[in-house]
T-cell receptor
Framework: GAVVSQHPSRVICKSGTSVKIECRSL??????MFWYRQFPKQSLMLMAT?????????EQGVEKDKFLINHASLTLSTLTVTSAHPEDSSFYIC??????????FGPGTRLTVL | EDQVTQSPEALRLQEGESSSLNCSYT??????LFWYRQDPGKGPEFLFT???AGEEKEKERLKATLTKKESFLHITAPKPEDSATYLC???????????FGKGTRLSVIA
């Protein structure tokens, strides 16, 4: 099946620093990419939708200045958590939709902010 | 409002005890219905896409079916390695995000 990669898989940072997470679709061109976060034992929560070359569409309650999304190409999207704080600690998962509308998920990135 | 409901929330089976998970949906349009499996600490793994009522797909011990109102994920003779959370999601139109159910947490006991 199609593969979506994320890097890094785990990151620990100090409060106030910024963290960038990369998401790549390895064997298809993604028409749209999505970013989710997930708290322990809870459902996926959509943060934003991004299309290549366009500004991301953020869900209500998600701070666009805090969670910067760049969708530079049809195979790469990045999420930057700016000035991270402990409450931003979470599991972040990206997802890419192929031209046939099937959506594949990355393995996730565990962010811990100290 | 578009809604996807999964039942049961949790299911505990003995190894070899077949069962079904349910995903019912009330949506304004259906471009596709997706089933995923998610293990703890990992991203969801794609299992199936179903596009129209009457469609069925199989993969190993799993079989997904679709009607106009719901989908079933049948698990035949499950093994402990089938333990995971199974997620159902609906695509309403090509550009919109998936609408997810809350998932069914399956435990298969040896």
């Amino acid at each position: 099946g199609a593969v979506v990669s994320q890097h890094p898989s785990r990151v620990i940072c100090k409060s106030g620093t910024s963290v960038k997470i990369e998401c790549r679709s390895l064997d298809f061109q993604a028409t749209t990419m999505f970013w989710y976060r997930q708290f322990p034992k809870q459902s996926l929560m959509l943060m934003a939708t991004s299309n290549e070359g366009s500004k991301a569409t953020y869900e209500q309650g998600v701070e666009k200045d805090k969670f910067l999304i760049n969708h530079a190409s049809l195979t790469l999207s990045t999420l930057t958590v700016t000035s991270a704080h402990p409450e931003d600690s979470s599991f972040y998962i990206c997802s890419a939709r192929d031209p046939g509308h099937t959506q594949y998920f990355g393995p996730g990135t565990r962010l811990t902010v100290l | 409002e578009d809604q996807v409901t999964q039942s049961p929330e949790a299911l505990r089976l003995q190894e070899g005890e077949s069962s079904s998970l349910n995903c019912s949906y009330t949506v304004s349009g259906l471009r596709g219905l997706f089933w995923y499996r998610q293990d703890p600490g990992k991203g969801p793994e794609f299992l199936f896409t179903l596009y129209s009522a009457g469609e069925e797909k199989e993969k190993e011990r799993l079989k997904a079916t679709l009607t106009k109102k719901e989908s079933f994920l049948h698990i035949t003779a499950p093994k402990p390695e089938d333990s995971a959370t199974y997620l159902c999601a609906v695509l309403i139109s090509g550009n919109t995000p998936l609408v997810f159910g809350k998932g069914t947490r399956l435990s298969v006991i040896a």
